[in-house]
């Protein structure tokens, strides 16, 4: 677990992160002194669709607007910038690479989110908050990087209050062979921890989850797709190579290798 948390850790953590950030921004036009939510969105969501996959997840599992929500594996922080400047909520966020918590706390302090956003660096499979908080969680794009995924989905419904939703967005395998790497979760197989759509269901039953759905059918924008089109996109914060390791992404889901998922579930009512 200790060895697989340093090696999560080392994928994601980019020196001169926030001096990244505020490149990008200034190379598009922005004042990288004083950016909006919208302008971060930009860069700041990262996973497959950027910001629209966030807004088409938060609205497929029906996250209440104003609720009390946890950003699982927030990263720098996109989602929950949007979950508490746009969608009104009160947002924790927990992550495992210090660097990107240390830049998610900048960035809300430069929107002035601060008092809406808490942030601690900790992990999605040992959650340091009370039973029963929060009425939802949002994990995007995490639990590739989880082999214990019944820990991280007992975790979550334990925070949860009754009633409460748990959303993720996964790469799973496809039925056509294993995925072209590097992705952007990760450089190789050995890091990768994807399980069949199938296995991912199975767990969040087994651990107690109830309504259990896939919804990425729906969705306008999924999980696996590239960035969207005129936006900076994640490799400020995930590194120059994230186009080629994106596009490996979208191949391989064309291919049938990889297969993306976005998941509602809850916890059910007392
Ligand atoms: C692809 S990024 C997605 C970040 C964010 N959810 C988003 O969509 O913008 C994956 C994130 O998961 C975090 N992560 C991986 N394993 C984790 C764990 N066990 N606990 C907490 N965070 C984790 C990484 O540090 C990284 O920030």
Not at 82 to 92: D, I, P
Not at 249 to 263: D, K, N
């Amino acid at each position: 677990m200790k060895r697989e948390a340093a090696s999560v850790i080392d994928h994601y953590t980019r020196d001169d992160l926030m001096e990244r950030i505020r490149a990008a921004l200034m190379r598009r036009g922005y004042d990288p002194d004083k950016p909006s939510i919208e302008m971060l969105s930009e860069l700041d969501h990262l996973h497959g669709g950027g910001f629209a996959t966030t807004e088409a997840q938060i609205e497929l599992a029906e996250i209440p607007r104003g609720c009390q929500v946890l950003d699982a594996g927030c990263g720098i922080g996109g989602p929950s910038r949007y979950l508490a400047g746009v969608h009104g909520c009160t947002v924790n966020g927990i992550d495992l690479t210090p660097g990107y918590i240390d830049v998610a706390g900048r960035l809300n302090e430069m929107t002035g989110l601060s008092g809406k956003i808490t942030l601690t660096v900790g992990s999605v499979t040992d959650l340091p908050y009370e039973t029963e908080l929060f009425d939802a969680v949002l994990c995007q794009n995490v639990s590739m990087n989880i082999a214990d995924k019944d820990r991280m989905a007992k975790e979550a419904l334990r925070v949860l209050k009754p009633g409460g939703i748990y959303t993720l967005s996964h790469l799973a395998e496809g039925p056509n062979g294993p995925p072209v790497y590097p992705l952007p979760w990760a450089l190789t197989a050995e890091a990768s921890f994807l399980g069949t759509p199938q296995d991912l269901l199975e767990t969040l039953s087994r651990v107690g989850f109830t309504d259990i759905e896939d919804r990425a059918g729906r969705a306008r924008s999924k999980p696996g797709g590239g960035p969207q089109p005129g936006t900076i996109g994640a490799a400020p914060a995930m590194g120059d190579d994230m186009p080629a390791r994106t596009a490996n992404a979208a191949q391989s889901v064309q291919a049938g290798r990889l297969v993306p998922m976005m998941v509602v579930a809850r916890r059910a009512d007392r």
